[in-house]
């Protein structure tokens, strides 16, 4: 038999793991500096870019389980970054937009993608670009599995 398939080395999903731990790693010290965890970040930039969304919409946008986004969108409001109302047309729907705290932080953030560009001092930028096409083909077929 062979066991070439089971060495860690021959893992994209070791790579891809190692990566994401060490990237958010690298963005804690920039975030802190914001009051914000990476997932809130998320939110935060999927808000900066399409304001007054539902939390479905805010869902599909970062892809983070309704649970935790509930729970995460709460310390944004307890922290006047976000204001949760209910919808006009649908009272169960909740509608999340940005606080002026929220877009004064858009302002703070603006430097954070630059300095973490200057730590991925190896890749360049159509190699980043190649990485996102193929991260995305990646989750495409992964989330067909669902």
Known sequence: MNYDNLKLKNQICHRIYTASNAMTRVYR???KELDVTYPQYLVL???WDEDNIS???????????????????TKLE?????????DSTDKRKRIISLTSHGEILKDKAVSVPEKMWSCLES?????ALELIALLDKMNCDLNKQK
């Open 55 to 73: 939390i479905q919409k805010l869902i599909e946008l970062t892809s983070i389980d309704g649970g935790s986004l509930s729970l995460m969108l």
């Open 45 to 47: 930039m999927a808000l």
């Open 78 to 86: 307890k922290k006047k970054i976000i204001k949760i109302t209910k």
């Open 29 to 31: 010290p920039m975030l």
């Open 123 to 127: 890749l360049e930028y159509e190699d």
